[in-house]
Each structure stands twice: as C-alpha cells, then as structure tokens.
C-alpha cells in the first residue's frame, strides 16, 4: 500500500486519477482519490458492447498519453484493464489502481496481473519491463472494437489461456471485424506482438494514423471535479461531495473523525442488536415491509449526512478564504 501511494503522489497528468488525501489508523489506511462520475470502463463495456473506432480511438488515446506520461518516469502499471480505466460520458479515460506499478530499474521477474491481460514475457519469467503495459493496451483495444478479448480458451481453463497467449495466437473473427478498418486491425497487430522489443511503444501509438485520424474530434477535455468518496466507511450509505483542493487539508480532520465515530457506532449496533419486546395490538408487519421501512430509513439518513455536509462544506469555503496560509494533509503520523 505504501509503494502505490508513493507512486500516485508523484504522479499529475490529467488522464490519471489524483491522490487527494491518505489517512491512516491503527488497522485501516483510507485514500481519498477523485472522483470520475462514470464509472469504469469495464461496464461501459458491458452496457455498449463494443463502441465506435471513434470512440474506442479516443478511449486508446487518454491511455496511452497516460502511459507516455508514466512510462517517461520508468513506472509500468501491470495491470491495465477495463475495470482500471474510469471513463466518463464523454469518453474520457483515467488510469487508477497503482496497487501493482512498479518503478523499473531492471528486468521485473514477479508473475503479476490478470489472466485476459497478461504479456507472454510475464508468462515465460524471463525478466520483462514497460512493454507490457502496451500489450495490455492491445488487448483493451481489440475488445473495444468487438466486445470480446483476442485470447480465449475455450474450455475457460487458465492454463490452456497462458499458452494461447504465449503463441500469440488470435484472429479477427467474421463477422464480428468484417466492418472495422484495415489501419484499426493494424494498430492492433503492432501492439500484440511476442517479442517486447518489436512491441509499439505508447508514443509510436499516439503516431498511428488510426489514432491520429479516428480520434480527431474537438470535445473539450474533462474538467476534473475533486470529490471525496469514503469507499467502505458505511455498510450501505454511499456519500460524495465537492471537496476543492485548496480546502481538503482544513474540512479533512474532523470529517474523517466524524465518519470513524460514525462507522464504529454503526458496526456496534450490527455487532450487539438489542431488540425489545413491547405488547401491542397492531398487526405484525411483514419481512417486506420491514425491508422498505429500513430502505426509507437508510435513505433519510443519507439525505440528512448529505446536507450536514454540504452546510459544513460552505462553512469551509468561508473560512478557507480568510485564511491565506496553504495547509497540508500529512501522509503518515
């Protein structure tokens, strides 16, 4: 954990998710990162099947400048796929999840990564670099373009994958590719490649005719929103709020104590119910209507937490414009 947030610290490139805050307790480290309102790429996936070589140009362009910007600092990812790639509604791609990057100084010989994604040199064990990063990146674009990924076994048996992948066999099948371009097929081609050395590099990638004539387009870049979201700080109440940058270090302390206080009290009550009994004469409400009563609840609590943070976030603007003085959040006690 401690290796992925130096990694992100060092790291501020528009196609790569920012480390905002990092807190840490005796048995928890929370990182605050920003928020990319739609989601990962991996139900995109799924709810479009495949996208337009427009889109999926535009998609392969955000990630590769993103691997150029990392790759120029020697860190590979190693495990690039949808499910690591957040994207917005307008197609925008940001690169998250340094849990396994690497700062590379020699060949890395650490068998890493998942299954559908990984190079043949990782396989072999025979030292490998960068260059996998890039083989992902093909992988990632053949499945854009049909929905589906090059290497397959048939029988879903892992082993008999490792050794598809390591042959570097696949195919543009009919009728699944009968209708995407010769130069798309053809970036594809140069990006899985067994031997790294011949592999395409993210620069030469961006150079690619496809990219530079599919991907043209005059949308405007995503304009990040910094927000907070505490994953797992409540079993079921999903909050975010704006959370600017310049304010983090002042609102951060005591909404962080706030949100532990919350979340113990709330484990104790799950831990040690105390149901009471109490004569009535009403009729015994029914498990489904329990469940929409708790459903209501839960929802009126979020609304509620939602305001008080809003309000307190006002509170902070306010004092965070009388103060000149830069604040920074410390990493580690």
């Given amino acids: 954990m401690e290796n992925e947030i130096l990694i992100i610290k060092s790291l501020s490139h528009p196609n790569i998710v920012s480390l905002i805050e990092v807190y840490e307790t005796e048995t928890e480290i929370y990182l605050i990162l920003e928020y990319v309102p739609g989601g990962d790429l991996f139900d995109a996936i799924i709810e479009s099947v495949k996208f337009t070589e427009h889109d999926a140009a535009l998609m392969i362009t955000d990630l590769c400048e993103a691997l150029v910007y990392i790759h120029g600092k020697n860190i590979?990812?190693?495990?690039?796929?949808?499910?690591?790639?957040?994207?917005?509604?307008?197609?925008?791609?940001?690169l998250a999840d340094f849990g396994l990057a690497k700062k590379v100084t020699k060949p890395i010989?650490?068998?890493c990564g998942t299954p559908t994604y990984v190079s043949p040199e990782i396989l072999a064990e025979k030292g490998y670099g960068l260059e996998v990063d890039m083989w992902a990146t093909g992988v990632i674009l053949y499945i854009l373009l049909c929905g589906f990924p090059p290497f397959r076994s048939q029988?879903?048996?892992?082993?008999e994958l490792f050794q598809i992948i390591q042959l570097g066999h696949y195919e543009f099948l009919s009728p699944y590719w009968d209708?995407?371009?010769?130069a798309a097929k053809d970036l594809i081609t140069r990006l899985l490649v067994i031997d790294p050395q011949k592999r395409y590099t993210a620069q030469q990638v961006l150079q690619h005719p496809w990219i530079r004539t599919a991907g043209k387009t005059n949308k405007p870049k995503f304009s990040s929103i910094w927000i907070c979201s505490l994953e797992g700080a409540f079993p079921y109440l999903h909050l975010s709020f704006f959370l600017p940058s310049s304010t983090s270090a002042i609102f951060s302390d005591h909404?962080?104590?706030?949100?532990c206080q919350f979340r113990c009290l709330n484990k104790a009550k799950q831990k040690n119910?105390?149901?009471?009994?109490?004569k009535?004469?009403?009729?015994?409400?029914?498990?489904?209507?329990?469940?929409?009563?708790?459903?209501?609840?839960?929802?009126c609590i979020e609304i509620l937490f939602s305001l008080f943070l809003f309000i307190l976030l006002k509170r902070v603007k306010f004092l965070?414009?009388?103060s000149s003085s830069a604040h920074t959040a410390r990493l580690f006690h």
Avoid: Y
């Fill in 255 to 259: 909404l962080f104590s706030l949100l």
């Fill in 109 to 111: 010989f650490t068998v």
């Fill in 320 to 322: 965070s414009s009388l």
């Fill in 273 to 278: 119910p105390k149901p009471t009994k109490q």
């Fill in 155 to 159: 029988e879903r048996d892992q082993e």
């Fill in 76 to 94: 590979v990812h190693r495990d690039l796929k949808p499910e690591n790639l957040l994207v917005n509604k307008s197609t925008t791609l940001k």
């Fill in 179 to 182: 209708s995407i371009s010769g």
């Fill in 280 to 299: 009535t004469n009403k009729k015994p409400q029914t498990t489904q209507e329990n469940s929409q009563k708790q459903e209501k609840t839960k929802a």
